[in-house]
């Protein structure tokens, strides 16, 4: 099965970007569909986007589409989640999953890292 590994969160103010990072271990990432998932305080997991196997094809919740830019370098077993004109409310744990089957609108997944924590202060 394969290990995710989160990085790239941390603090930053209102406005600014974070690139986050997705390292795929045991098995290569281009057999997997991967999204991006967050978490708040105190609030049910959300859906943030995803990405094709090939990724060709990508899906983004309305809350961050325009913002926020899911891409993956299978080749390096990463998939990336780019962030830009970050809002307080985007402050969560971010995790990335990934999934064997194609279907970007399904958003049960099979395999999830730990989260990295995302503060955007005001």
């Known amino acids: 099965q394969v290990q995710l590994v989160e990085s790239g969160g941390g603090l930053v103010q209102a406005g600014d970007s974070l690139r986050l990072s997705c390292a795929a271990s045991g098995r290569t990432v281009s057999m997997y569909t991967v999204g991006w998932f967050r978490q708040a305080p105190g609030r049910e997991r959300e859906f943030v986007a995803a990405?094709?196997?090939?990724?060709?094809?990508?899906y983004y919740a309305e809350s961050v589409k325009g913002r926020f830019t899911i891409s993956r370098e299978n080749a390096k077993n990463t998939v990336f989640l780019q962030m830009n004109s970050l809002k307080s409310e985007d402050t969560a744990v971010y995790y990335c999953a990934a999934k064997f089957s194609p279907l970007l609108l399904d958003r049960q997944y099979d395999y999830w890292g730990q989260g990295t924590q995302v503060t955007v202060s005001s």
């Open positions: 990405i094709s196997k090939s990724g060709s094809s990508t």
